[in-house]
């Protein structure tokens, strides 16, 4: 009696080959694109950079913006506030 192996019901044997060829294959893709991407990683090292420098620059607009905005915001509440003085019934 044939041992089974796998979901697909194959024999050891060729589940075994399919197994290693599979790995063969995805070995050589990972170690392409890793050749590939290390080439190029100064370039993305310097876009990195330049992308941190603008990032800091936005978040640091955003944060004043939100100052201002809080500053009238508040400025504007107070003056529509009524004042104690106009509390009071005459």
Do not use: C, H
Request: charge should be positive.
């Amino acid at each position: 009696m044939a041992e089974w192996s796998g979901v697909m019901r194959i024999s050891r044997t060729k589940f075994l080959v399919a197994d290693g060829l599979s790995a063969i294959i995805t070995i050589f893709i990972n170690l392409g694109i890793g050749y590939l991407g290390g080439n190029s990683l100064m370039v993305l090292k310097s876009d990195i950079t330049r992308t941190d420098y603008i990032l800091i620059l936005v978040i640091i607009m955003l944060v004043a913006g939100w100052i201002v905005l809080r500053y009238f915001r508040d400025r504007r509440k107070l003056k529509e506030r009524p004042r104690a003085n106009q509390l009071m019934i005459k």
